[in-house]
């Protein structure tokens, strides 16, 4: 039985597309009986803070040097990041803003990827991520159609796969879209958009 962390960003709340998507693809985990624990993260209600001067310089400080404000500083991030150690599933609900990702999932992943926590260098410079063996499903939605745009305008799949490949060693992905949610006459189907989950 696996463990699902179920990220939600969408400001919609119950209106919202991606957290529709997202939401049916955890029902569908848990329905095959998959699923053993869900935690639920809402970005939207809780905003992550953003990174400011102080918190950088805590990032990068050496934990042996750390002071008890420091400490505080990091409770967000090492919230966050025990949320993600401890998920075997991770299921992210997105919308497209500006052809990038939600502005609370930015917030998320600046508060997530650390130096020496989520990756670090070899000795020969080359790059690895410490919470590879997870897996990601990511659920987009947009008011338009990736399919009717030129192909160099979608940022938020890209994006979301790169920094999690770069930054933590977790490249196991499935990606599910709903779009076209800006036309008059939409209906969502998110049975018909997970038949092959």
Not at 78 to 93: H, P, R, S, T, Y
């Amino acid at each position: 039985m696996k463990n699902v962390l179920h990220i939600i960003s969408s400001a919609r709340g119950s209106r919202s597309y991606s957290q529709g998507l997202s939401s049916a693809i955890v029902k569908k985990l848990t329905d095959k009986r998959l699923v053993n624990t869900i935690v639920e993260r809402n970005l939207a209600a809780d905003f992550p803070p953003f990174i400011d001067r102080a918190l950088i310089e805590v990032f990068y400080k050496n934990p042996g040097t750390m002071s008890n404000d420091d400490h505080l500083l990091l409770q967000y991030a090492n919230a966050i990041l025990n949320e993600i150690k401890n998920a075997d599933f991770i299921v992210i609900g997105t919308p497209v803003h500006n052809l990038g990702i939600s502005a609370p999932l930015k917030a998320w992943i600046d508060q997530l990827i650390r130096f020496g926590v989520t990756y670090g260098y070899h000795s020969d410079g080359q790059r690895t991520g410490y919470l590879g063996g997870k897996k990601v499903f990511l659920a987009i939605a947009s008011g338009g159609k990736v399919s009717d745009s030129d192909g160099g305008s979608d940022y938020t799949e890209p994006y979301l796969k790169s920094v999690f490949n770069a930054y933590t060693g977790i490249t196991d992905f499935c990606t599910y879209r709903i779009e076209g949610t800006a036309s008059p006459d939409f209906r969502e189907n998110y049975e018909e958009i997970l038949k092959n989950l």
